[in-house]
Structure formats: C-alpha cells, structure tokens
C-alpha cells in the first residue's frame, strides 16, 4: 500500500525558512519522479517543484531561487526547503506521486503560513 506522509508544516514570519519532508512506502522509491504541490485557500493546486529519479529539478517560476527540492533514496524520502518565505507561499503543500496513469498517489498535506 503506497503511502506518503509530509510533515514540516507551520507558521514563519515573511522572510524565514521551512523545511517539508514527504517519507513514502510501499513502493520502490528510487524508480519514480516525485512531485510538491501546493494549494491556497480559493486557488486551484499548482505543481511547485519536480525531482526525477536522476535528480534533475525543476520548479515554478514564483519559487525559483528560494525553494529546493531534493530527495533521499535510502530514506524513501523528498525534500523541500523553502527560504525567503513570502505571505503568497501559504497553502498546503502535498507531495505526489504517479506511478501509473491509475496509481496516482497523494500525501495528506501540510499546512505552511506566512505572516507578513
């Protein structure tokens, strides 16, 4: 049973830092692309930050510079460490990942607030 768990969530001042980690199970970790996400409260979900299985990356253009994703394949886990952390950043962040076009999986989220 797949399974992702993102912790790491919270509330920083404009300007800070967090750091999110998403650990998953019951897959072979290393074989897939993983993927952060976010959500605002009346915004659709939009793609943040990608890692391939070679750890090539990729991000959203309003993250770029401030956010790095990266990944520990023998902790089955990814990162993302997010700095200069603005108020437009607070949404919930989920990881992701799509095994096959059916197993499509998604933590449960975290929440990230930041105050102005």
């Known amino acids: 049973q797949v399974q992702l768990v993102e912790s790491g969530g919270g509330l920083v001042q404009r300007g800070g830092s967090l750091r999110l980690s998403c650990v998953a199970s019951?897959?072979?970790?290393?074989?897939?692309?993983m993927h952060w996400y976010r959500q605002a409260p009346g915004k659709q979900r939009e793609l943040v930050a990608t890692?391939?299985?070679?750890?090539?990356?990729n991000y959203t253009d309003s993250v770029k510079g401030r956010f790095t994703i990266s990944r520990d394949n023998a902790k089955n886990t990814v990162y993302l460490q997010m700095n200069s952390l603005k108020p437009e950043d607070t949404a919930v962040y989920y990881c992701?990942?799509?095994?096959?076009?059916?197993?499509?999986?998604w933590g449960q989220g975290t929440q990230v607030t930041v105050s102005s």
């Open positions: 992701r990942v799509r095994i096959t076009s059916r197993a499509d999986y």
């Open positions: 019951g897959y072979i970790f290393s074989m897939y692309a």
């Open positions: 890692i391939t299985t070679t750890k090539n990356t």
